[in-house]
T-cell receptor, first 113, second 115 residues
Framework: DQQVKQNSPSLSVQEGRISILNCDYT??????FLWYKKYPAEGPTFLIS?????DKNEDGRFTVFLNKSAKHLSLHIVPSQPGDSAVYFC????????????FGTGTRLQVTL | DAGVIQSPRHEVTEMGQEVTLRCKPI?????LFWYRQTMMRGLELLIY????????DSGMPEDRFSAKMPNASFSTLKIQPSEPRDSAVYFC?????????????FGPGTRLTVL
């Protein structure tokens, strides 16, 4: 039972356009959410996070939106760049288990010229 | 600063053999995590340690898997005996005490192939 779901295994976007990656979760105890980026042959690296007390967090070209009622979050990348091509993992942490992250299956983003 | 170090980077073995994966966390980090990545299930947490003590091993698939952390700078994940379905990329990650403990720092992974 996947508690964190990324239903789109892949996404292709033109350079300069917006990339929107989606993530759904089922566990209502999740209270902190993160996005990680992974390049081939490397480990995932932390990108951006959001607490459940917020509905938006922005860091440069990256913005994460959280809709708690829908149990949905999304990552927006504007403008998309070729270097953003990677696999993006959504992750969530449950109240009281701050160190433990539950990851989704990932979305492969390809930014084309 | 050195990041999380994993060895070997690639391991090819035959079914039934013992496999040992190694991890050196970032100095000063007090939490260590072992993950397995597959296409079907993404990144699955196998086990994590806090201050060298196993806290949650509910993700360990079965008794063939075991993990140890004898000190703050070293951990091992052992599979004995290995099976073809264990083929995956195994990641080790560490995180610091306090502050942004949700932010985990991953090693480059070990790609395991069991024939």
């Amino acid at each position: 039972d996947q508690q964190v779901k990324q239903n789109s295994p892949s996404l292709s976007v033109q350079e300069g356009r917006i990339s929107i990656l989606n993530c759904d979760y089922t566990n209502s105890m999740f209270d902190y959410f993160l996005w990680y980026k992974k390049y081939p042959a490397e480990g995932p690296t932390f990108l951006i996070s959001i607490s459940s007390i917020k509905d938006k967090n922005e860091d440069g070209r990256f913005t994460v939106f959280l809709n708690k009622s829908a149990k949905h979050l999304s990552l927006h990348i504007v403008p998309s760049q070729p270097g953003d091509s990677a696999v993006y993992f959504c992750a969530a942490s449950e109240t009281g288990t701050a160190s433990k992250l539950t990851f989704g299956t990932g979305t492969r983003l390809q930014v084309t010229l | 600063d050195a990041g999380v170090i994993q060895s070997p980077r690639h391991e090819v073995t035959e079914m039934g053999q013992e496999v040992t994966l190694r991890c050196k966390p970032i100095s000063g980090h007090n939490s260590l995590f072992w993950y397995r990545q597959t296409m079907m299930r993404g990144l699955e947490l196998l086990i994590y340690f806090n201050n060298n003590v196993p806290i949650d091993d509910s993700g360990m698939p079965e008794d063939r898997f075991s993990a140890k952390m004898p000190n703050a700078s070293f951990s091992t994940l052992k599979i004995q005996p290995s099976e073809p379905r264990d083929s995956a990329v195994y990641f080790c990650a560490s995180s610091p005490a306090g502050g942004r403990i949700w932010e985990q720092f991953f090693g480059p992974g070990t790609r395991l192939t069991v024939l």
